[in-house]
């Protein structure tokens, strides 16, 4: 069974970047997906996007395209999230989950019932 381990978040002004890391273990890393999403205080938990370990391909939500940038490295069994230019409305738990399938072409949003193995979240605060 996949685990997956979130760590990088933190406090961070408006502006500025922060790496988020997700680390896998069991399964083969090449065979599934990891997925990032968010859940902001009060709010439903939602997608940010999405990596295909096999190639590399990625997928991101609207609200976050050209800020956030989501990469893989095989030999860590890691995912990263890059997020730039961060904004209040960033601040959520964030997390990541493994998922097989759940990252390709012609994808429209990040399908959470197709991710089923999750993380525990790591807190990202954006101060104003």
């Known amino acids: 069974e996949v685990q997956v381990v979130e760590s990088g978040g933190g406090l961070v002004q408006a502006g500025g970047s922060l790496n988020l890391s997700c680390a896998a273990s069991?399964?083969?890393?090449?065979?599934?997906?990891i997925g990032w999403f968010r859940q902001a205080p009060g709010k439903e938990r939602e997608g940010v996007g999405c990596?295909?370990?096999?190639?590399?391909?990625?997928y991101y939500e609207d609200s976050v395209k050209g800020r956030f940038t989501i990469s893989s490295d095989s030999v860590k069994s890691t995912v990263y999230l890059r997020m730039d230019s961060l904004e209040p409305a960033d601040t959520a738990v964030y997390y990541c989950?493994?998922?097989?399938?759940?990252?390709?072409?012609?994808?429209?949003?990040?399908?959470?019932?197709?991710?089923?193995?999750w993380g525990q979240g790591t807190q990202v605060t954006v101060s104003s």
């Open positions: 990596v295909r370990a096999s190639d590399g391909f990625t």
């Open positions: 069991g399964g083969t890393f090449d065979s599934y997906a």
């Open positions: 989950a493994a998922g097989y399938y759940a990252c390709a072409q012609g994808m429209r949003a990040v399908v959470q019932a197709l991710f089923g193995s």
